[in-house]
């Protein structure tokens, strides 16, 4: 079992930044892989980054690379996502996941096995 809670979300402007944070529990966090997922309203959840278990191998959707940045600290058993340069595009709930079964980077939901309740990001223009 894995028990992942995520913070850091809220209202911005367009053009700030919000850091989320994922904190997890119950299994030796630094042996897997993890993610972000995000799902606006009326849309599905959609893949927004993923990390490996050594934090060496980042992946992101188009949508935000260069404006995102994933990390992990091990010895803190915490998961980041750094969201700079923010649009109106971004608003939805932010979820950390877990995928016990790599140790690389997954784009796909269901391969991860564990996942937080998530997190409101809201964007005004």
């Known amino acids: 079992q894995v028990q992942l809670v995520e913070s850091g979300g809220g209202l911005v402007q367009a053009g700030g930044s919000l850091r989320l944070s994922c904190a997890a529990s119950g299994r030796t966090f630094s042996s897997f892989a993890m993610g972000w997922f995000r799902q606006a309203p009326g849309k599905k959840r959609e893949f927004v980054a993923a990390i490996s278990w050594s934090g060496t191998i980042t992946d992101y959707t188009d949508s935000v690379k260069g404006r995102f940045a994933i990390s992990r600290d091990n010895a803190k058993n915490t998961l980041y996502l750094q969201m700079n340069s923010l649009k109106p595009e971004d608003t939805a709930v932010y979820y950390c996941?877990?995928?016990?079964?790599?140790?690389?980077?997954?784009?796909?939901?269901?391969?991860?096995?564990?996942w937080g309740r998530g997190t409101q990001v809201t964007v005004s223009s």
């Open positions: 996941a877990a995928n016990l079964r790599r140790r690389t980077t997954s784009t796909r939901p269901n391969e991860y096995d564990y």
